[in-house]
């Protein structure tokens, strides 16, 4: 996501041919600078105007505009009733009623984490230069975007003071003041109260109680990344830099487990046997989940090495001798993203049907439908049990009648009476 903003940019500059690289991405970084503010105040009238109106528009929730609070008589989960261990237990609460200033929180911090990564590549395209001879055969450094624009005066002046801007709101301040609010929030209401896990439960949720800060370090390797690719003078430099960062983050990640390591121990029970069980069951699902998550990061740091490291391959042009193994290895690098893809999309569907009930309801769709097959086999056997009744007894009359015919006792009347009941 890094460069696709960049590669948009760089889309529209062409219908800007008249203007210099230096004053379109100049005029591109203000606008990437104040845009992110004009979203969030759409969001605000969104929030603040439309949902408290619509319950549709405040995505089937009535959003007001009061102070936020549950419903009377619900209350938070203590630590033994909440997720112990974990950010992400919003348990309780189940009424819980979201305010606009809750919605607009938790949008603004959606917003500010989709944005990130391109607003920090684009805001270090400005910090490039590059040592080059002028015409009087004297070095100075010259913007690399644009050639004719010398570093550090007249508009990269501006561009720099918008990208340092930038850079220390997005990359130094917004993660600061949300780690300080998780902060001083505390343990138990990080882990339970449902107004702050609405509002920043992106940042937080998910980690163990003691890596509440652990998006973090996630953020610093997504900087170092675009530190990476964009200043690294070579492209050796950035393959050899980007494994070293991927390394180090594997290692990190393995060793911490901020997911938490999913050994919980079994509680001796202290309660009825029906709450123990709830409890065992709890923490198994806990357990199944912190090692479900840690695996799939590790997956993906996995992924991302093993994409980085195929690159050497073809950037030292390896595969001119040896055309098989690389195609070997395209098809190895292509089937490790597919399978991981469809790893998480697998366990997507299983975790939406489970909280959909999704299995509860097939399971009565089936029982239904073997009710309506069992009730339409036994009216069929009622069905043919009457017709053979039938037959039956359509048998006996007309044994009776052959009887009755060939009976010399019966009186004439009685014969042409049958006669006429057979003819007709």
Wanted: with cysteine.
């Amino acid at each position: 996501m890094s460069g696709s903003f960049g590669d948009s940019v760089n889309a529209v500059e062409c219908l800007y041919a008249d203007q210099s690289h230096a004053d379109f991405y100049l005029g591109a970084l203000i606008a990437v600078a104040v845009l992110p503010f004009l979203f969030i105040a759409l969001l605000a009238v969104y929030w603040f105007c439309g949902a408290t109106r619509s319950s549709t528009m405040g995505c089937g929730q009535t959003v007001t505009r009061g102070p936020s609070k549950a419903v009377q008589g619900t209350r938070a989960g203590t630590g033994s009733d909440s997720i112990r261990g974990r950010s992400n237990s919003v348990v309780a609460h189940e009424k819980f009623k979201v305010t606009a200033t809750d919605a607009l929180i938790m949008s603004s911090v959606l917003f500010w984490f989709m944005i990130l990564p391109s607003v920090l590549r684009m805001s270090f395209v400005s910090f490039e230069c590059k040592t080059v001879l002028d015409g009087e055969g004297e070095q100075g450094l010259w913007l690399l975007l644009d050639l004719e624009q010398r570093c550090g005066e007249g508009k990269h002046l501006a561009m720099l003071l918008v990208s340092l801007g930038m850079v220390a709101l997005h990359a130094v301040v917004v993660p600061t003041a949300v780690v300080i609010i998780l902060y001083r929030a505390g343990e138990y209401a990080r882990n339970s109260a449902p107004k702050l896990m609405f509002r920043y439960g992106l940042i937080h949720s998910g980690y163990r109680k003691e890596k509440y800060w652990w998006e973090i370090v996630v953020l610093c390797r997504k900087i170092c990344i675009i530190l990476i690719s964009t200043f690294a003078a070579s492209d050796q430099m950035q393959l050899h830099f980007s494994l070293a960062v991927l390394i180090v983050s594997l290692h990190a990640h393995d060793t911490n487990r901020p997911f938490g390591s999913g050994d919980e121990m079994y509680q001796p029970p202290s309660h009825g046997v029906k709450e123990t069980n709830e409890k065992e069951a709890e923490r198994l699902e806990r357990n199944d989940h912190e090692r479900s998550l840690h695996k799939y990061e590790m997956g993906s740091l996995l992924c991302l090495l093993f994409l980085i490291w195929s690159g050497m391959f073809f950037y030292y042009d390896l595969c001119s001798t040896n055309i098989i193994s690389c195609s070997i290895l395209i098809i190895a690098v292509l089937a490790s993203n597919g399978g991981y893809l469809l790893m998480l999309a697998t366990r997507c569907l299983k975790e939406w049907g489970k909280r959909n009930k999704l299995k509860t309801k097939l399971e009565n769709i089936a029982h239904t439908l073997h009710l309506d097959a069992a009730s339409f086999r036994l009216a069929q056997h009622y069905h043919t049990k009457g017709e053979e009744k039938q037959e039956k007894e359509k048998g006996n009359d007309d044994e009776k009648l052959v009887e009755m015919i060939g009976n010399p006792l019966s009186s004439k009347g009685e014969k042409e009476s049958v006669i006429d009941v057979i003819t007709l």
